[in-house]
């Protein structure tokens, strides 16, 4: 099964102006064997159809081959995390998973979602639909440890009512090619958005974040802040624009983004980008690109810290902001404690 093949699935387009940089050329023209919906272990999920139209057509990959929706409802303020494993481990085929996850109104929830594999030239095509109600306050966190030679396609809408949070938190880890595709449409009033990420990247390693914001209506929040370490031959993409209509006024809408390069080989393409049709509001947005800090690390070896420490040292303090800004202690405690063999 090849994507470019299927009746009917309109593929986006390298060229346009959202997924510029993005490097569709291999996952669509590649031949899998087998296609299959990658199944949860949770009882109790409805199952629906997925009806919706959504706004960019990487959506509809996993819709084309499977419309079932599973949907998680969770109706009442839960004091530990959902944890979900996703582990990939067969060759050669192309995997869908579609699931919902609703949030009711006044409800404190959060929910982990931990993505790796074992397989080898396999896919996971996979869409979240997250839906937040009025006073709603739902955190998702979000690990990516795909190897080599295996593709992750992670698709996220979001829809939040009046005075809800919504607060994401995303850590790539693999080294296969991975897409991330968030977009949230803010259509009511004191909404809040926060999107957080880190992209550790090594060996040949390639990894876009695709992100849309759209403000409709007043005194909402949207928060972008991305860190990238990248290592020997890996590549980053880092697409995003926050659009602010005329109607959303005293709205706040940042974006930010900053890359240490690690290797002379490695690169990233960054661009944030804000799209404002009012005065009435507070925005900004920022690239930085760079390496470790030369005179910090021989500072420490001055103070007789191995050079291999201090390294580790200074990348760590430069990545430790994005776990900082994860409000749920008991998901910041599963991120700071996640090994890779753990769950392989």
Do not use: W
Request: net charge negative.
């Amino acid at each position: 099964m090849r994507l470019i093949e299927i009746d009917g699935l309109t593929l986006p387009k390298k060229r346009s102006e959202e997924f510029v940089k993005v490097n569709f050329e291999e996952l669509f023209s590649y031949d899998f064997k087998n296609t299959k919906t990658y199944e949860f272990n949770i009882d109790g999920l409805e199952v629906q159809k997925d009806n919706k139209t959504y706004q960019n057509s990487l959506f509809e990959i996993t819709k084309k081959i499977d419309e079932n929706q599973m949907v998680l409802t969770i109706n009442s303020n839960i004091e530990k995390p959902i944890c979900i494993v996703h582990k990939i481990n067969e060759d050669e085929t192309f995997f869908t998973n579609s699931l919902k996850i609703e949030v009711k109104e006044n409800v404190k929830a959060s929910v982990i979602e931990v993505f790796t594999n074992t397989s080898n030239n396999s896919a996971y095509c996979v869409n979240r639909v997250i839906q937040v109600d009025e006073n709603a306050n739902f955190e998702y966190a979000r690990i990516q440890d795909i190897n080599d030679k295996n593709y992750l396609v992670f698709n996220v809408d979001i829809n939040q009512e009046q005075d809800s949070k919504c607060k994401l938190t995303n850590f790539d880890f693999g080294t296969g090619i991975i897409i991330n595709n968030f977009i949230n449409i803010l259509n009511k009033k004191n909404c809040d958005y926060e999107l957080n990420g880190l992209v550790k990247s090594t060996a040949s390693s390639n990894t876009a974040n695709v992100i849309r914001t759209t403000h409709n209506n007043e005194s909402s929040i949207s928060n972008i802040n991305y860190k990238h370490s990248l290592k020997d031959f890996s590549r980053a993409v880092f697409k995003v624009i926050s659009i602010v209509n005329d109607k959303a006024l005293f709205t706040k809408a940042f974006q930010n983004t900053d890359t240490i390069l690690l290797s002379n080989d490695a690169a990233i393409f960054a661009q944030p980008h804000l799209e404002i049709l009012i005065d009435e509001l507070e925005a900004s947005h920022g690239a930085t690109t760079g390496t470790l800090n030369k005179e910090q690390l021989l500072y420490l070896q001055s103070r007789g810290i191995s050079k291999e420490l201090s390294y580790e040292m200074l990348l760590k303090a430069f990545e430790e902001k994005i776990y900082d800004n994860i409000e749920d202690t008991l998901i910041k405690e599963f991120v700071d404690s996640y090994k890779r063999e753990d769950y392989v």
